[in-house]
């Protein structure tokens, strides 16, 4: 260990979405672990993408450092799902490199230097706990009930009547979660609600696309809470990094505050503008996806060997029965040429191309019906 850096951060290991597998995979691997979208843009509009780049964009010069035609953009678009009442303006919005990176802007915003600590429910999104631990923030973890996956009310209500020290300043939910797809329930929301106003919390819409469901309106009532979004998914802009944080404007500000200046590169920008307007064009493929999930999941319920729940978005979380090892058979899965996700205890799936579909479920099929999962 080099003897200047913090002796925390020996305990951590770098984010990789693709752990290795043990065999090597196949070059045409079919990519269902990270929840993207499986289609590329269209060719049109990756043209007039590259036009943009060509004509407009001054790669000498900084990039717009307030975001300003995308904060409208954005804020438009949001609206669509809100209440007229609930409007919100550009002042509400605050965009990141990726939404991790407002998670990060949240957690520098909120507890570092010994100031606060989170509170997480898993199996969730791993990286709220990866990104407190490298500001060396306390990362309290609650569990699930594992019929409908709601997060243990009872335990997360317990850790903060606890009042530990540091005391416990942010709450992460997804809606709906990663890896396990149910959104909040009433209960969930409730107790949301009821948390006190020096608690942040923070509700991960990263699926809002697929979910259709939303607590952005809560927003106007609640200066404590805020709403993450993403264009990596149902927009297909993962390569570009741009997510954005919906919020009372004095916590949008402070997000501004604390990011680094230009943290979006301008072809970034222009790539969410341009998604943004051509949404619904982007947004057709959306009903193919979740009829496609909704087939996957009929096949999947049919094999013994494991457990679904339903889903609210654009994967499935599946278990295994006890006397099957959920890593081996990820690792299978990928050595034949599907690779998903390997998380919470069980194996999360992201819905593809039917193409991509139909050969998981055959893949899954034969591999089921031999050794060792078949004896
Ligand atoms: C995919 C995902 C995101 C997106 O993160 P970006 O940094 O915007 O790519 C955020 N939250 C959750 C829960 C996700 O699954």
Redesign the pocket.
């Known amino acids: 260990m080099l003897p200047f850096l913090r002796a925390d951060l020996a305990q951590l290991t770098a984010y990789t979405p693709h752990p290795e597998a043990t065999a090597a995979p196949p070059p045409d691997l079919d990519r269902l672990d990270t ?1 993207e979208c499986p289609v590329d843009l269209p060719a049109d509009l990756k043209q007039k993408l590259a036009w943009t780049y060509e004509t407009l964009i001054e790669a000498n010069r900084y990039p717009d450092g307030g975001h300003d035609l995308l904060k409208s953009a954005i804020a438009e678009y949001v609206n669509e799902s809100v209440p007229v009442t609930a409007a919100f303006t550009p002042a509400h919005i605050s965009v990141g490199n ?3 990176e407002l998670i990060r802007s949240l957690l520098i915003a909120t507890c570092v230097g010994g100031q606060g600590a989170v509170l997480v429910a898993n199996p969730t ?1 791993s ?1 709220y706990g990866i990104l407190a631990q490298t500001l060396g923030i306390p990362v309290i973890s609650v569990g699930r009930r594992e019929t409908d996956w709601q997060m243990d009310l009872d335990a997360a209500q317990a850790a903060i009547a606890q009042e530990s020290t540091p005391p416990i300043r942010v709450v992460f939910v ?1 809606h709906p979660n ?1 890896p396990t797809a149910n959104t909040l329930t009433q209960a969930e929301q409730e107790w949301l609600q009821s948390l006190p106003s020096d608690i942040l919390v923070v509700v ?1 819409e ?2 809002f696309e697929f979910s259709q469901t939303t607590l952005a309106a809560q927003v106007h009532q609640r200066p404590n809470w805020v709403i ?1 979004r ?4 149902a927009f297909r802009l ?1 390569a570009h ?3 954005y944080a919906i919020a009372q404007p004095q916590l949008a500000a402070v997000l501004d505050k604390v990011r680094l200046p230009y943290n979006l590169p301008a072809f970034s920008q222009v790539a969410a503008q341009t998604a943004l307007e051509h949404r619904e064009a982007l947004f057709e493929i959306i009903p193919t996806l979740l009829s496609e999930r909704d087939l996957l999941l009929d096949a999947l319920a049919q094999m013994p060997a494991l457990q679904v729940w339903p889903s609210m978005a654009n994967f499935i979380y599946l278990r295994t029965r006890p006397t099957i090892h959920t890593e081996t058979l990820w690792q299978t899965l990928k050595a034949v040429g599907t690779s998903v996700r390997c998380t919470g205890g069980g194996i999360r799936l992201t819905v593809g191309t039917p193409a991509e579909n139909q050969r998981t479920l055959a893949r899954l099929q034969d591999i089921l019906a031999q050794p060792p999962f078949q004896q």
């Open positions: 929840n990726g939404s991790d999104f990286m997804v990663s991960d990263a699926y993450l993403t264009f990596s998914k993962a990094r741009v997510g």
